[in-house]
């Protein structure tokens, strides 16, 4: 069995392209909060496959939804009408600001989208110039050209210039900054994350938001808010611009849209969806019948039992958080800080986190690193408080023997 890992670890390096830092696991199996390795060894997950397992793996609606529409219909193309897509659009409109969707791929393609949504509606109604869109350093949007120019960080960018130009950085929680930064002649769009999760799990002052909203009805400027990450029950509820008390114009999903398959969506108010006509924009696969059927299962488990598992998140959210901070008190000289919400947690170290990482592993826990000190907790909105028992005895322990 160990030999069958060694081969994956090796044809991986000979056959593909050299683009992750990968971990030394190769998972085979995954049943709710836990995978299995070719090896047969048991892992925590705590990655969830970065936000995307929002009901843990092999949700047993995921895979029935997925076996049924499998041997119905695969793909067809958006030449036609296509059922599940607009039952999957109508169950996001019923339970968001917006009034209408369009299907990608994924995170990035959801942000070309938008960008794409916000710049084709500002020339429509206030013509050429005002094309700008204001977004924050230490962003993440994701790794397409458009995606790529909007994320504020610039190891991103490096050897893949020229970006797109029209991007402006500002500090993210900075209003004042936006402020100057958002100009009524330029700017057609603000385009944030709500909580800056790649970013190291950066959460945004209180009232910042709603400062935000304010810049942007004064500018005549779009909200669009990437809720690629943080959407889909992440933070307890369905969509984290429920906490602010504010709306965005426009919404980017992706991760844990689908359960599991590869699935983004671009949702917008009317007003700003009219935009888009016949031709405008489009993608081969999007909201096929196969992703739609499992975004269907994945959106309606989540708001089943007077969406139990939203509650749920908040209750393990707060619990996992509260653990998080007595890591802090037990081992000050490495665990620095928490923060959080919900199911999206974070535990910045005094030093890298990588060998943390690694030593979790070998302990059969899989934690992610991210902004080089931050690790990032995200497991499935289905954990148990058993499961955070689990990790933080590993976490407690690794921390120990540092
Ligand atoms: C992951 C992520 C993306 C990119 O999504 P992909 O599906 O990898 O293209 C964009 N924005 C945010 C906030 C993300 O977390």
Known sequence: MLMETEKIFEESARYLMDTYGRLPVAPRKGRGVRIWGVDDREYLDFVGGIAVNVLGHCHPKVVVAIQKQAQRLIHVSNLYYIENQVKLARLLVENSFADKAFFCNSGAEANEGAIKLARKYSRAAYGDGKYEIVTALNSFHGRTYGALSATGQTRFHAGFGPMLPGFVYVPFGD????????????????????????????????????????????????????????????????????????????????????????????????????????????ATFGGNPLVCASGIATIQTLLEDDQYLLEHCKRMGALLSKKLSGLIKAYPEHARSTRGIGLLQALELARPCAPVVRECIGRGLLVNCTAENVLRLMPPLIVQETDIDQAIDILSEVLKKL
């Open 175 to 282: 209003a004042e900054a936006l402020k100057k930064a958002v100009s009524p002649g330029r700017t057609c769009a603000v385009l944030l994350e709500p909580i800056q999760a790649e970013g190291g799990v950066r959460m945004p002052p209180p009232d910042y938001f709603r400062q935000v909203r304010e810049i942007c009805d004064t500018s005549g400027a779009l909200l669009v808010l990437d809720e690629v990450q943080t959407g889909m029950g992440r933070t307890g509820e369905l969509f984290a611009y429920k906490h602010f008390g504010i709306k965005p114009d426009i919404m980017t999903l992706a991760k844990g849209l689908g359960g599991g398959v590869p699935i983004g969506a671009v949702l917008g108010t009317d007003r700003v969806a009219q935009a888009f006509t016949p031709g405008s924009h489009a």
